[in-house]
Every structure is written in C-alpha cells, then in structure tokens.
C-alpha cells in the first residue's frame, strides 16, 4: 500500500509542483575565457533612491554585452543603432539564478563604495558617482595591479609601461576560478548534487527553484537535448509557450505519467485470463460482483 501511495503522490501533478526537496550541492562552471582581449563585457542596471545607474565593465565598442533578462535588456537585442556600432546583447539563461555573475559583483562593490561616500543614502550626483568608480578602478586587487593598471598597462602612480600579459591573466584566473569550484561547491553545501533523471522528448517535467512560498512550480515539456543541457517550453495552461529555456539536466526532475496498475492478491492471473476471455462485456463495461 504505501509504494502505491507513493506512485499515486509521483503521478500528481500538483503533489509534485509542490514537492520540496533538501539542499542539495549545486555543480559551479565557468565559460571558457575569450579569444581575444576587449570583446565582451557585462553590464546591469543599479537601482537606487529611484534612480537607474548603468554599470558596465570597461567600455563598450565593438563587443558582445551580456545582460539580465530584463524586458528593457530584451528588447534592444533587435535594436538597429547598436548593430549599426557592432555592439550586439547577449541574454544571460533565464533560469539560471546566477545568470549574470560579474556584473552582479561590480554592482555589489559600487554600493559598497557608494555607502562609503554617501551614507544619507540621498540621490547621487554625477560627482559622487565619478569618485566612487575611481576609487573602485584604483584598488588594488588580488595580483597586486588595480583595475586601471590592467586596463592601460601603466602604472597609476608613476604612469610608467607595464610588463603585462592580457592573455596570461585572463587564463591564470579561469584557472584560479576552475580550481576554487570544488571547495565553494563544498562550503555551500555538503550534501551530494542532485541526481541525473532518465527522460526523454516530451517529458514533463519541474525546476527545482520555480517554488515560491506563494506560488507552485510551473509545467515545462522537453522538447530538446543537447549532451548536459536541455531546452523546455513553460505550458500556460492548455497552451505550449513559444519561448524555450536552456537549462542542465540537474536543474529540473521528471513527472511520471502513469500509475501502473496491480491486480488483486486474492485471484490469480490465470483465473483472470479465463474470465476475460469468456466474458462478453468490452473493456470499458463495468466488472462483475467479487467471488466470496
């Protein structure tokens, strides 16, 4: 009785978009690093004391510009004043929570130096705003060299040439960044990742992260695979959404579709067999009285 209780909850639909699971280790990746220096950037929008403050990583000419999706960041994808200066947006995955990761960073350390020079929290001025991105740009980082001195290769004090190579720091810290995965997957949570499902095209199926205390998860069809990614479509209602999201086969979980069926322990199957084949009622007449 309780594996058919059990098949029965699997089979539900709302049981299942409601389901809660534990913390589990969630897999961290980093992109590969550019081919060349200077071709993509980040970019977000800081929202504070009602106001909108662009923040983009160096400056943008000529290059791809990963972005939130945003409705605003969305609909300049087709604009045609920026294909006309080459510049093109790229649209982090939706459901991915950590879609954007480098632009959420610069934007965590311009409030952080923004609290430090205004702490009235009143509206910045174009002032404020200049000092606190230079004192960002002239920090020292990690390998000694600020931001400014890795953008113009000169020193910020004496203004003499830099020995730098762009490339070799772009590797050294995928490297660094591809390293340190391990142990802050391990630090999150010490629990092991979620496990792999079995699915197939036109599967149902659940993200984990869509459940809100508010709201149960939404239904998704597989209609894609691509090696470790999937693409699914949202169904709103009876209807297939056009729109489809790329997300890792550990992201989501499969919804059963049947229940299987089991006989009753008290008759045999054969006796069963013999039954049907002598009845001559079809299949959707209601059975016949139980024997003693």
Known sequence: MPKVTEQASDSCRTCVSLKQFPKSLVEQSSEDPPDL?????????????????????????SVVVR???????????????????????????????????????AIAELEDELLREERNQSSLSENTLVIATTRLNSRLRQRGLSSRELWTQRNQFTHEQLPISEMNLIRAQ?????????????????????????????????????????????????????????????????????????????????VLNTISVHRNPRYPQNEYNQESDCDDHDEDSPPGPIRD
């Open 67 to 105: 972005v939130d999706p945003a409705p605003g960041f969305r609909s300049l994808c087709d604009d045609s004043y920026l294909k006309q200066l080459n510049i093109s947006i790229e649209i982090g995955h939706v459901k991915n929570q950590n879609k954007n990761p480098v632009a959420d960073k």
């Open 174 to 254: 995928h490297a660094a960044r591809n390293k340190n995965h391990g142990f802050s997957e391990i630090s999150k949570c010490s629990r092991p990742g979620r496990p792999i499902p079995d699915i197939s095209i036109r599967d149902l199926v659940y993200l984990y992260t869509d459940r809100s205390k508010t709201q149960s998860r939404d239904r998704y069809l597989l209609v894609a695979r691509d090696g470790d990614w999937c693409f699914i479509k949202k169904i709103s209602g009876n209807q297939l959404c056009d729109s489809s999201y790329k997300v890792k086969l550990s992201e989501f979980y499969k």
């Open 37 to 61: 220096v200077g071709i993509t950037y980040v970019a977000d929008v800081l929202k504070r004391n009602r106001q909108l403050i662009l923040v983009v990583r160096e400056t943008v000419t």
